[in-house]
């Protein structure tokens, strides 16, 4: 195992850690989610420095950001506050850490052709893995929970999935176009905030929505 390799399982224990914690106390939660918050502004508004020269552009998509950051946050504490739907929400947010896993063990065994050229590290193998790694996932899951396993739930880990992948694209075009290989440092073995959440701010929402549409 490489140097970098061990920095990114530790960093992943710890964080694995976190989100029990995170969970568990709702103390935690607001902190963090203030924390990881503020930082992934921080990195988002040196991303589009690089890229925007004029500053109008960058304003609004900052304050886009910015806004979309803010009202997810709110919104995640909100729904964080209802024991039932604090389960689904968490099933969420480890579905796209499992979506994240499927498509790096993927990715990295079997390789094959690029999925895009706006991340040449992404393979078709490693997106296949991403969405069978969280259908399995939420198959598991909502067994344990006792629900069974119909079309409404393969059709939201699918979306899921799929959201948390075109998130990180959406991150990794920006990456490119500011010439950065990670929005930051703060992980180790990971890079920044937004080297880790970028597919979150898109899946969980989309998970949440899907299966409330379904349902």
């Known amino acids: 195992m490489n140097n970098n390799l061990k920095k990114r399982a530790l960093t992943s224990i710890i964080l694995l850690s976190l989100l029990f914690l995170i969970f568990s106390y709702n103390i935690f939660l607001v902190y963090f989610l203030i924390l990881f918050g503020v930082?992934?502004?921080?990195?988002?508004?040196?991303?589009?420095?690089?890229?925007?020269?004029?500053?109008?552009?960058?304003?609004?998509?900052n304050v886009?950001?910015?806004?979309?950051?803010?009202?997810?946050?709110?919104?995640?504490?909100?729904?964080s506050n209802h024991s039932s739907l604090?389960?689904?929400?968490?099933?969420?947010?480890?579905?796209?850490?499992?979506?994240?896993?499927?498509g790096f063990i993927f990715g990295k065994l079997f390789k094959g052709?690029?999925?895009?050229?706006?991340?040449?590290?992404?393979?078709?193998?490693?997106?296949?893995?991403?969405?069978?790694?969280?259908l399995l996932f939420?198959?598991?899951?909502?067994?344990?929970?006792g629900q069974a396993i119909g079309y409404k739930i393969l059709i939201t880990a699918f979306m899921t999935s799929i959201f948390c992948q075109l998130g990180d694209l959406i991150f990794s075009f920006l990456k490119r176009k500011a010439r950065l290989k990670d929005t930051g440092k703060i992980l180790p073995g990971h890079g920044g905030v937004l080297d880790r959440?970028?597919?979150?701010?898109?899946?969980?929402?989309?998970?949440?929505?899907?299966i409330t549409l379904l349902h």
């Open 64 to 79: 886009f950001f910015t806004f979309y950051i803010y009202t997810f946050c709110i919104i995640f504490f909100i729904i």
């Open 138 to 145: 939420f198959s598991f899951i909502f067994l344990n929970l």
């Open 39 to 61: 930082l992934s502004i921080i990195e988002f508004f040196q991303i589009t420095k690089k890229i925007f020269m004029r500053r109008t552009y960058r304003y609004l998509i």
């Open 197 to 210: 959440i970028d597919g979150i701010l898109l899946g969980v929402p989309m998970g949440f929505l899907t």
């Open 86 to 102: 604090r389960i689904i929400l968490f099933v969420f947010l480890i579905g796209c850490v499992a979506s994240d896993l499927g």
């Open 113 to 134: 052709p690029k999925l895009t050229q706006i991340s040449p590290n992404k393979t078709i193998s490693g997106s296949i893995g991403s969405l069978l790694l969280t």
